[in-house]
């Protein structure tokens, strides 16, 4: 049966950015499709465990630098003994005229949104390599992996270069039966972009551009996220798919 293949029933998912926003939603999906999932937060995915109970386990932890990769990857398969698929969607954006944009502002999105997804997805993959059963792997992308964006050069370089690694890792690891993919978000009401809604005329120009005609919501990105993390999409290799009401499109 088709559906069968989108279940993720016996998977063990680990999503970054558990505790609200898209992570939460993709979390929540996944245990629905019958995953078992680990959430990685900076502040406890108390909610997210809230809505999912003993579907969910919340490992704490930074994800500016590499030290905690270890802990997460041991505290996971203390829990739950393995990994199936692994969801980068961590991610911070700082706004700033380039003119004036400072090394801070440069360095933290780099480190969080694309040293880390580099090497968190590195360790994964090399427990997926040892288990032998294949992975999956979900980077959370951008429209600014495809466009240039206002006032965010770190982020729109950090995502840019999510989906250039998105394909490396997808070239070299199709031999072990590891999927790497991308999901690119079109504009979605998060923290993310509270600081652009709040602002009426920038807020107004991007409703306006987008053909669904309103913002989108971690409910749309379920859909390709579990398609994503399944195997219904074992031939899918390097992809970033736009889930974007359109807003490529135009
Ligand atoms: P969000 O609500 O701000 O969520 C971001 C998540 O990343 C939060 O869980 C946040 O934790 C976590 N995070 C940030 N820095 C971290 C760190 N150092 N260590 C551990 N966790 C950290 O925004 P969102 O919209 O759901 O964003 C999710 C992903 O989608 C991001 O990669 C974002 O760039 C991408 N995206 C979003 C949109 C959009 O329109 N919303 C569009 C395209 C792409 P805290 O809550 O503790 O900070």
Known sequence: MILDKFSLNGKVALVTGSNTGLGQGICRAYAEAGAMVIGVSR????????MLGESFHNVLA????????????????DKFGRIDILVNNAGIIKRQDSLEFSEENW?????????????LTQAVARQFVKQG?????INIASMLSFQGGIRVP?????????????MTLANEWAKYNI???????????????EQLRQDGE???DILSRIPAGRWGTPEDLEGAAVFLASSASDYVNGFTVAVDGGWLAR
């Not at 502040?43 to 809230?50: A, C, G, I, N």
């Not at 930074?62 to 398969?77: F, G, H, T, Y």
């Not at 770190?154 to 998105?166: E, H, L, R």
């Not at 999927?179 to 972009?193: E, Q, S």
Request: charge should be positive.
């Open 202 to 204: 920038r807020s107004s």
């Open 133 to 137: 059963t294949g992975g999956k792997v």
């Open 43 to 50: 502040r406890p995915s108390t909610e997210t465990k809230e």
């Open 62 to 77: 930074d994800l500016s630098s590499l030290e905690v990769i270890p802990e997460i990857i041991k505290e996971a398969l």
């Open 154 to 166: 770190s982020y729109t370089a950090s995502k840019s270069a999510v989906k250039g690694i998105t």
């Open 107 to 119: 360095d933290s999105v780099l480190n969080v949104n694309l040293k880390t997804v580099f090497f």
């Open 179 to 193: 999927n790497v993919n991308g999901i690119a978000p079109g504009y979605m009401a998060t923290n993310n972009t």
